[in-house]
């Protein structure tokens, strides 16, 4: 069984849901079950309703689940585990408070050391805190595993010495209810972010002390950085799959996105679907990524002129397909949704002929023309029917010639004094010249 393990303390973030499209894809090409596990131990961080965010996203994007489960669920499986393994003298009650540890870290610090936690320590404050917390004993030699993209990883003692497993409050930490969970639910392959690695010989700790021999596969997916070349954070609106979508990414296109980053890929536009026949783990580069947007727009763009009018139509709530043929025209100059509802709003919105457009007021002459449009309009002429027709017959009527026609007749059609061909969308528009050909 592979597993996506989201926490919701956050909202999903690029880099969590290459790891859950990539863990998807192994499932499916290796016939095994696709996890769901929200990891919500950091109770006091834990948001509510942000794991049902998660889920509606995860689901937006075609990575649908066969198991769903909470971690919080397992509490009690994992509390039973940590008294075990105090049982088994894997496992002891460390008292010592929170100030305790902080005062030895400081002075560490001061030292310029590395702080290291002395088991010595754990029964000094015995009589002053009833809350001890359960720590695990350390590894007393190295811990090694392989991982397909980064290979052979090593962790010496020093590196995984004891740390807590249940805290005073009783809640299970990060590290132990993953590797318990893990093994419950027969995790048989991991892949998640770098920043993970050093939590992957910890959790083989707790399953060696456990007597958890099953192999686990390993992949660690390296840090996606931002387009200035520093680590993508979340003040990077980008690295937000919200705000992707909101601002009119496609989800297959940011799919294709992903897959693709660090990644050398058979075809340069794909969908999920096409990915599960060659997507192979092995290939992605071991470097960090940097996250480009304007390749995210070319493949937005790709996967926009991929679908059908009616399709584009519905994504732009019109059920009318010529709408969504006025959408594909659009494309020339249009790389997401957003740009291409800012096109069409444009278009039906009433015109403000008063303000100037590349710096001129070309207010009188759209007066003029609009009065001769609206006539022909009432009169349901003939000539509205092709735009050189309505071309020949308003410049006969308000005799304008050059960019003193061209320019209004566009801004009255468009609301814009440029852009597309008016003879190609012109063919389109015709159809709505009552919605279109208004004036503020």
């Given at each position: 069984m592979l597993r996506f393990a989201p926490s919701p303390t956050?909202?999903?973030?690029i880099g969590n849901l290459r790891a859950a499209i990539f863990n998807y894809i192994i499932a499916k090409q290796t016939n095994q079950p696709f996890l769901i596990r929200i990891e919500d131990t950091d109770t006091a961080r834990n948001i509510e309703s942000k794991d049902k965010e998660i889920l509606n996203i995860l689901n937006l994007f075609g990575l649908l689940w066969d198991k769903l489960v909470y971690q919080s669920d397992n509490f009690n499986h994992h509390r039973r585990i940590a008294d075990y393994l105090i049982a088994q003298d894997k496992a002891f009650y460390c008292y010592c408070t929170k100030e305790f540890l902080e005062q030895k870290r400081q002075e560490a610090k001061a030292q310029k050391k590395p702080f290291r936690y002395d088991p010595a320590w754990a029964q000094i404050q015995k009589d002053t805190n009833p809350n001890p917390t359960i720590r695990i004993k350390g590894s007393r030699s190295q811990i090694r595993f392989y991982d397909v993209i980064k290979g052979e990883l090593c962790f010496d003692p020093h590196e995984v010495e004891s740390f807590v497993i249940l805290k005073e409050d009783g809640i299970p930490t990060y590290n132990f209810a993953c590797a318990l969970d893990d093994m419950l639910y027969d995790i048989s392959f991991i892949v998640?972010?770098?920043d993970h690695t050093s939590n992957t010989p910890k959790q083989i700790l707790i399953?060696?002390?456990?007597?958890?021999?099953?192999?686990?596969?390993?992949?660690?997916l390296p840090i996606i950085l931002g387009e200035s070349g520093s680590k993508m954070s979340k003040r990077d609106s980008a690295s937000s799959v919200a705000w992707l979508l909101e601002q009119g990414f496609l989800p297959q296109a940011i799919v294709n996105y992903l897959i693709s980053m660090g990644n050398n890929t058979p075809q340069e536009i794909f969908r999920l679907e096409d990915a599960l026949k060659w997507f192979d783990i092995k290939n992605i580069a071991k470097a960090p990524v940097k996250f480009d947007i304007k390749r995210l727009r070319f493949i937005n763009r790709e996967h926009l002129k991929r679908l059908s009018q009616e399709d584009l139509a519905l994504l732009l709530h019109s059920t009318d397909p010529t709408i969504g043929t006025i959408a594909k025209l659009y494309l020339q100059e249009a790389s997401t949704l957003n740009e291409i509802r800012e096109k069409l709003d444009l278009i039906f919105a009433p015109k403000d002929i008063?303000?100037?457009?590349?710096?001129?007021?070309?207010?009188?002459?759209?007066?003029?023309?609009?009065?001769?449009?609206?006539?022909?309009?009432?009169?349901q002429s003939k000539a509205l029917e092709s735009y050189h027709s309505l071309k020949s017959e308003l410049t006969e009527r308000t005799q304008l010639k050059g960019k003193d026609f061209f320019k209004p007749l566009r801004i009255l059609?468009?609301?814009?004094?440029?852009?597309?061909?008016?003879?190609?969308?012109?063919?389109?528009?015709r159809f709505y010249l009552k919605d279109i050909v208004r004036i503020s």
């Open positions: 956050g909202s999903l973030h998640r972010g770098e399953h060696k002390h456990l007597d958890y021999d099953k192999h686990i596969d390993y992949a660690h008063h303000r100037l457009y590349e710096g001129q007021d070309f207010s009188a002459q759209a007066q003029i023309l609009y009065n001769e449009f609206h006539t022909l309009l009432q009169s059609l468009t609301g814009s004094s440029h852009g597309l061909e008016l003879d190609v969308l012109y063919g389109y528009l």
